[in-house]
């Protein structure tokens, strides 16, 4: 088990906001619960998945992201509460 | 997993899948029309039932409401869920998208640790195929344990090989179903289900699935463990351990790396089966995006896009209205000459009312080639995929008056650039996942400007703002806007205030060239909607507003005195052809009606026929059906045929201005007239006199016929050949009826509730009659407090019309701008910090 935690340490971990476009990070978690939660999971927004941001809406928000080869648009209020290590 | 003995002769089948899996297609092609549709036990979910026999096993086929995943979220959900557990069907259709497998897999998982037999239908496998993707279905179904069937459920392809699957499903007894490991999980998940078989639930429920579903936290599943073991019982004490010391273990959310663990297998599996030949594509849909959606040029195309669809649809789309208008303007003769012919003062109620019902729809057929083309061209925005990025550019915008990116396709259909309809806007705003922000853009699509309310617009414009024409368009196309900004932005910070709102998280799919069926198909589907609209709500509503301005009627007085100016009019006419060899031909009343009936009926003809081909063409039509009048209707050198063609034209117009009369006398004195003069105490606040609350009143029906109701109520002059618009305004100026008043009356009229029709598609689509007359009643409200406000505020100021309509408009785009920016009221998602996680 500590080998795992030992991993975590050496990973940033930071928001799905916190990226630029362009970068690419893999999906820790979520701090959201319920039905939210539920729909970024449908969509894709997967713990362990690769997500790369593509760029942000012409007034900044949402989001564009890539997973596999589904493009999703979601907001900044909903990527804050995706926890994701680079 | 128990075998379903051969005996037994009805199956019960499940279908179940995700939405816009084409799982309703499915349903039908199996079932073809022995359906039934009923209500799931306790809530408003449409339970749709079919039954087929196939090789003598007769197969029950449930449709279970389409749900992306079996959590315990929404009602769908639930109800799906209920049925797999409890219903314990025989075997279940999962009805899978072939085109996005791996995410229909996710669906597939959970059914299969239900331990429900499960056959895959691979439907939409020609999407698939067009899109370049090839699936090795032997390989899909030795990864899955199960039979996988490709469907094209449109097209019916893949019935049999389906119906065979799911016999043969039924009948193994021996299944070797992939079951998903979640790794060091497996352990405990192995040691739930022992637990969950001793405690005596395995009976009623799957015992694996049970195990992962407390494992996982679900809170449903706790629920039924709770109820049958009571609170605080072992087993979901020892899910709650278990959950607890791997979170410690691995900084991780036992919920989230299981779906880690079933997205990883599905990953797996798609990549051996799934072939994509045309990835490149992705790249070409890059490329469109990284300029279409490039911070400077994405407004530009999008003001273009939205410029284009005007110039073609709304402006292009007036053109071909010319063409259009002459079939309808037959179809109004046609019905004339079938209905009894008209009296000389007045008509049989079954004439006036025939053509009023006629002149009604016709009104709105007449923007038919508009909406053809208009929602085309939006079909071909959906289908191209370019509207999915128009509401990814304007989320941010309209988020902030609490409304939804996808809120501009409704906007769009009802008309924000002058031109539209809300019944489809309304319809459109299906689509948009949050509920809170669905309402309000529902609540609001009717401020937009739909193709009704034009002619009324250009007939006040022309009339009062002629020399601003432009500038007074604008501010009306585009104050609505604001308007409905503002509206959506208040009703999400109050009445909607507690209304469920979901997250904004929507695909962007690929571009791709839309096909010329599918968007005929769509432009055609919606266009009908439109007709029907016409051909029944508008006609019935129609009738009641006839009905309404037509009686009690006026006094016997009165009549007698209008008959005797006729009867003047009529001697006259016989003195003056008595000389001529027409008189004793006409001496009789029925004849001489005659007579005038068909040269009223010949004018109109000759109006609506255009160059010298079609006037001889309608010359000759009249000469050989009236051989013994037409020399009276058209005086070839006949100096008698010519004084009778003289006097009868004089005859005609006195006619018809008696008719007008008698026609305005009668709305003065109908009940719609009565409401509106019993109203003027109060709206002459906002400078409206009782013929404008009469044409306000009757538009409710449908906006087009404010502009006929006013035609007859601003009538003197007609008969002189004036315009309606000069009409109204030598009637203005005597009356004091200013650009003011013309302005408060216009802006009422672009806020002024929905049309009947509208009102009841938002009944349909909020569910709750409730909302509907909230629909008629708050614009109404604001409506008024907006003209109070131009017109009493404007003359206390001592302003003009264009200068209140600055004033105006300067005010509602600071307040949008205002509350725009102002965001505070909105309960901001609290967002966690992320912990600093292993230092």
Redesign the interface.
């Given at each position: 088990m500590s080998r795992h935690r030992h991993q975590h340490g050496k990973r940033r971990c930071c928001r799905l906001t916190d990226l630029q476009p362009g970068e690419r990070a893999r999906i820790r978690c979520h701090h959201t619960q319920g039905a939210t939660r539920q729909r970024l999971l449908d969509l894709g927004f997967v713990p362990q998945v690769q997500v790369d941001v593509v760029r942000r809406a012409p007034l900044g928000d949402p989001i564009e992201c890539q997973i596999d080869t589904f493009k999703v648009a979601l907001r900044l209020a909903e990527a804050a509460l995706i926890e994701v290590e680079r | 997993m128990v075998s379903v003995p051969v005996s037994k002769k009805t199956l019960c089948v499940g279908l179940a899948g995700q939405q816009n899996a084409g799982k309703s297609t499915v349903f039908n092609m199996l079932t073809g029309a022995n359906q039934h549709i009923a209500n799931y036990p306790g809530v408003t979910v449409d339970k749709k039932t079919g039954y087929c026999i196939y090789q003598g096993v007769r197969m029950e086929v449930v449709d279970l409401p389409g749900t992306?995943?079996l959590?315990s979220?929404?009602l769908e959900e639930r109800v799906a869920r209920d049925f797999l557990i409890h219903d314990k069907p025989d075997l279940i259709v999962n009805v899978v998208d072939a085109s996005t497998l791996?995410?229909g897999l996710?669906f597939t998982f959970q059914i299969m640790e239900m331990g429900l037999p499960v056959v895959l239908g691979l439907n939409m496998m020609d999407v698939a195929q067009k899109n370049g993707i090839t699936i090795d279905i032997p390989k899909l179904e030795h990864h899955l344990g199960i039979q996988a069937i490709p469907l094209i459920g449109r097209k019916r392809i893949g019935k049999k090989d389906l119906q065979d699957a799911i016999l043969a499903t039924a009948r193994q007894s021996e299944r070797s179903m992939l079951s998903i490991s979640y790794g060091e999980l497996d352990q405990d998940i192995y040691a739930l289900q022992q637990q969950v078989v001793e405690a005596g639930l395995s009976a009623t429920y799957p015992g694996r699935w049970l195990a992962i579903k407390l494992l996982e936290g679900d809170n449903e599943a706790e629920r039924i463990v709770n109820g049958a073991l009571g609170p605080d019982n072992q087993l979901v004490q020892s899910a709650r351990r278990a959950r607890t010391a791997f979170a410690d273990?691995?900084?991780?959310?036992v919920a989230?790396?299981m779906?880690?663990c079933?997205?990883?297998l599905a990953?797996t599996i798609v990549q051996s089966c799934v072939k994509?030949s045309r990835?490149d594509r992705?790249s070409l849909s890059d490329r469109i995006?990284m300029v279409v959606?490039?911070?400077?040029a994405?407004?530009i195309f999008l003001i273009a896009t939205v410029f284009l669809i005007y110039q073609l649809s709304i402006v292009k789309g007036y053109e071909l209205t010319q063409y259009w208008w002459p079939f309808l303007a037959k179809f109004r003769a046609l019905v004339a000459s079938v209905l009894p012919d008209a009296g000389m003062l007045e008509d049989s109620y079954l004439r006036s009312m025939g053509l009023w019902m006629v002149d009604s729809a016709n009104a709105l057929l007449n923007y038919i080639p508009i909406f053809l083309i208009l929602f085309s061209l939006i079909a071909i925005l959906e289908d191209s995929g370019y509207m999915?990025r128009i509401?990814?550019?304007l989320?941010?915008?309209l988020?902030s008056f609490g409304l939804h990116?996808q809120s501009t396709l409704p906007y769009i259909l009802g008309g924000v650039f002058a031109g539209g309809c809300a019944v489809p806007g309304v319809m459109a705003t299906k689509g948009i996942?949050d509920h809170r922000s669905r309402m309000a853009t529902i609540l609001t699509v009717p401020y937009m400007n739909c193709l009704a309310k034009i002619p009324f617009y250009t007939l006040l414009i022309n009339v009062f703002f002629a020399p601003y024409k432009s500038w007074a368009m604008l501010f009306l196309s585009t104050i609505t806007i604001f308007v409905a900004l503002l509206v959506a932005r208040l009703l999400t910070a109050t009445v909607l205030r507690t209304t469920e709102t979901?997250?904004?998280?929507?695909?962007?799919?690929?571009y791709h060239a839309p096909t010329l069926f599918g968007v005929g198909q769509r432009a055609i589907e919606r266009t009908w909607q439109y007709i029907k609209k016409v051909g029944t709500i508008v006609v019935a509503v129609s009738v009641c507003v006839f009905t309404l301005l037509q009686f009690p009627g006026i006094g016997q007085d009165r009549m007698a005195g209008f008959q005797q100016q006729m009867d003047e009019a009529v001697a006259k006419f016989r003195r003056d052809i008595q000389t001529g060899g027409y008189s004793s031909r006409l001496q009789d009343d029925e004849a001489l009606l005659r007579l005038i009936n068909v040269q009223s009926a010949y004018r109109a003809a000759r109006l609506s026929v255009g160059g010298a081909e079609g006037a001889r063409r309608l010359d000759a039509r009249y000469e050989t059906k009236y051989p013994e009048l037409f020399p009276l209707l058209k005086a070839r050198g006949d100096k008698d045929a010519g004084a009778v063609n003289r006097a009868l034209r004089q005859l005609s117009s006195k006619r018809e201005l008696l008719r007008r009369q008698i026609k305005e006398a009668q709305i003065e004195a109908s009940f719609l007239g009565m409401v509106g003069r019993s109203l003027e105490p109060l709206t002459h606040w906002a400078g409206f006199n009782w013929k404008i609350n009469v044409a306000i009143l009757s538009s409710f029906a449908a906006r087009e016929s404010s502009v006929a109701t006013i035609g007859v109520l601003y009538q003197q002059g007609a008969d002189e050949n004036k315009s309606l618009e000069e009409r109204m305004g030598s009637e203005a100026s005597g009356s004091n009826f200013t650009p003011l008043h013309a302005l408060a009356i216009m802006v009422f009229f672009a806020l002024y509730p929905p049309c009947l029709a509208t009102t009841i598609m938002i009944k349909v689509q909020t569910g709750s009659y409730k909302w509907m007359l909230f629909s008629i009643f708050f614009p109404t409200a604001l409506g008024f407090i907006a003209a109070v406000f131009i017109f009493t505020g404007g003359r206390a100021l001592g302003l003009s019309g264009i200068q209140m309509m600055a004033l105006f408009y300067a005010l509602v785009v600071l307040l949008t701008i205002f509350t725009g920016l102002f965001k505070s009221w909105r309960a901001?998602?609290h967002?966690?910090q992320?912990e600093?996680?292993?230092?």
């Open positions: - | 992306y995943s959590t979220f929404s791996k995410r996710y273990a691995h900084y991780m959310d989230d790396y779906v880690g079933r997205d990883k990953s994509e990835k992705v995006d959606l490039n911070r400077l994405a407004p999915a509401a990814f550019i989320d941010k915008l988020h990116g996942p979901a997250p904004f998280v929507m695909e962007l799919p690929r901001q998602p967002r966690i992320v600093p996680t292993a230092t």
